[in-house]
């Protein structure tokens, strides 16, 4: 089992940068793959972007890329997701997983609402 822990959200001005955190704890040694995801109010979770830990390769979606950053500090087993230029469309919660080759643990999630 994994545990996920996220942290930083908050409610910051359109133009703005916050930075999300996620703590993994448990068996992380069997996680190759980490990411995001986000759910706006009526609004299915939309995947935000990931990591392939063993060579740190990083993909976004086409609606925060060139605006968020995925990186991860090995030796504290945390996920950041750095999001600057942030949009009131950004607003929703922010969900961090992680997985070994899919998405099979999900944290509780850190609200960031984005006002104009």
């Known amino acids: 089992q994994v545990q996920l822990v996220e942290s930083g959200g908050g409610s910051v001005q359109t133009g703005g940068s916050l930075r999300l955190s996620c703590a993994a704890s448990?068996?992380?040694?069997?996680?190759?793959?980490m990411g995001w995801f986000r759910q706006a109010p009526e609004k299915e979770r939309e995947w935000v972007g990931g990591?392939?830990?063993?060579?740190?390769?990083?993909n976004y979606a086409d609606s925060v890329k060139g605006r968020f950053t995925i990186s991860r500090d090995n030796a504290k087993n945390t996920l950041y997701l750095q999001m600057n230029s942030l949009k009131p469309e950004d607003t929703a919660m922010y969900y961090c997983?992680?997985?070994?080759?899919?998405?099979?643990?999900w944290g509780q999630g850190t609200q960031v609402t984005v006002v104009s």
């Open positions: 997983t992680a997985g070994e080759r899919t998405y099979n643990y």
């Open positions: 448990g068996n992380t040694d069997s996680i190759d793959l």
């Open positions: 990591i392939y830990t063993p060579t740190g390769t990083t």
